[in-house]
């Protein structure tokens, strides 16, 4: 069984430019959660997508938006980066097969992206 | 809306000691309360989690917590710990209607002294 993975591992940019991220879910999940960890802090969820459709939003301004893909891999994407958007950025999937999304799923994590923004 | 309190920002132990890492939570609506593990250069994993049921749960590497409704906390303990439980450590919860959207608090730095 294939678990979390995403990339790149590390991405460098600028501010004002661009950036995407990649997270390939486990295997049978159909649920992709996209967290913001800032150096020192616990994770911040950004949003949830599941079967395709966006499924929740936390604080994030709409320059963070994202994708979920048929075969349920994800994007997410940070337009006009700003120094404070440095951080690590998780990926977690859950949720198998035709099982409604719901709360007391595991969420399993992959092992981030560091973005640093200067 | 939810918010996780961790009490302790770092916690060193010598190594075999008994360790507890405090969590309290705050919630108007009922929750479901998790613990994560997070080793260097790694991603979180899931050491327990609290749904239902009885309110002391047990999880993976020996850990355990207990559920106090009226005290609104979730604490992890481990009776003996190892070199090897160095790691950061999240308390995080969600509501249990719809999707879960974990909030986590921010974390306890376990040291594990020789």
């Known amino acids: 069984e294939t678990g979390v993975t995403q990339s790149p591992t590390h991405l460098i940019k600028t501010r004002g430019q661009q950036v995407t991220l990649r997270c390939s879910s486990q295997s049978g999940h159909n649920t992709v959660s996209w967290y913001q960890q800032a150096l020192g802090q616990g994770p911040q969820f950004i949003f949830q997508y599941y079967r395709e459709e966006e499924n929740g939003r936390g604080n994030f301004p709409p320059r963070f938006s994202g994708l979920q893909f048929p075969n349920y891999s994800s994007e997410l994407n940070v337009n006009a980066l700003e120094l404070d958007d440095s951080a690590l950025y998780l990926c977690?999937?859950?949720?198998?097969?035709?099982?409604?999304?719901?709360?007391?799923?595991?969420?399993?994590f992959g092992p981030g992206t560091r973005l640093t923004v200067l | 809306a939810q918010s996780v309190t961790q009490l302790d920002s770092q916690v060193p132990v010598f190594e075999e000691a008994p360790v507890e890492l405090r969590c309290n939570y705050s919630s108007s609506v009922s929750v479901y309360l998790f613990w994560y593990v997070q080793y260097p250069n790694q991603g979180l994993q899931l050491l327990l989690k609290y749904l239902s049921g009885s309110t002391l749960v047990k999880g993976i590497n020996g850990f355990e917590a207990e559920f106090n409704k009226s005290q609104t906390s979730f604490h992890l303990r481990k009776p003996s710990v190892h070199i090897s439980d160095t790691a950061e450590y999240f308390c995080a919860v969600t509501t249990r209607a719809g999707a879960q959207k974990l909030v986590f608090g921010q974390g306890t730095r376990l040291t594990i002294n020789p």
């Open positions: 977690a999937s859950s949720g198998g097969g035709g099982a409604a999304k719901t709360s007391t799923d595991t969420q399993y």
